[in-house]
């Protein structure tokens, strides 16, 4: 399975600011994800990472808002930028689709916790 | 649209029973489909992965079925424990741009 490091696992930030969350997978992955889990809820995709270019967003997310990058085959970040109470989610990074296997099993990071005061 | 639907919401059952949770899909054209685990303010650890060539599998006490025909997946526990306390996720992959939607989850407690 593919090991994925995100960081930080939890922070708490003032309205207004802004907070990048990072992603480190231990192999070269074809795509990565950006998913919001508002508390109680199920995963909502924010966007697709694209390596070397501009990220997809899903309908109702902006770039703005949750700026994107993905500089290589392993590493992603995530901004959530002026923040506010209703961002205070979790925050997960996933991978899918390692360069070396055939697989398309879907591995997960432990998530970041963001809670807006 | 395609939607992936969880059914019970929540499940207690004592030490040692069988857990069965469902999930069901609307659009049976699916890639794959996976069960994933989340233990409470976590990520989620995979569970299975089955292909949509494939019935079923296996690991350990964990066995997931798959009827593309019904648009139905079944997650079986074996003798549930405490440690299988948690809420138990399905997900689906509609299309080969490797996105996943999910159900709401399942969240289990197993009773000592």
């Known amino acids: 399975s593919a090991v994925i490091s995100q960081k930080p696992s939890r922070d708490i930030c003032q309205r207004g600011t802004s907070l990048t969350i990072q992603c480190q997978v231990d192999s070269q992955v074809t795509m990565m994800f950006w998913y919001r889990q508002q508390p109680g809820q199920s995963l909502t995709l924010i966007a697709t990472a694209n390596q070397g270019s501009e990220a997809t967003y899903e309908s109702g997310f902006v770039i703005d808002k949750f700026p994107i990058s993905r500089p290589n085959l392993t590493f992603s970040t995530l901004t959530v930028s002026n923040l506010s109470p209703e961002d205070s989610s979790i925050y997960l990074c996933?991978?899918?689709?390692?360069?070396?296997?055939?697989?398309?099993?879907?591995?997960f990071g432990q998530g970041t916790r963001l809670t807006v005061v | 649209k395609q939607e992936v639907t969880q059914i019970p919401a929540a499940l207690s059952v004592p030490e040692g029973e069988n857990l069965v949770l469902n999930c069901s899909f609307t659009d049976s054209a699916i890639y794959n489909l996976q069960w994933f685990r989340q233990d409470p303010g976590k990520g989620l650890t995979s569970l299975l992965l089955i292909q949509s060539s494939q019935r079923e599998q296996t690991s350990g006490r964990l066995n997931a079925s798959l009827d593309k025909s019904s648009g139905r997946s079944t997650l079986y526990i074996a003798a549930s424990q405490p440690g299988d306390s948690a809420t138990y996720l399905c997900a689906v992959r509609f299309s080969n741009d490797y996105k996943l939607s999910f159900g709401a989850g399942t969240t289990v407690t197993v009773r000592a």
């Open positions: 996933s991978v899918a689709g390692r360069v070396t296997e055939a697989n398309t099993e879907a591995f």
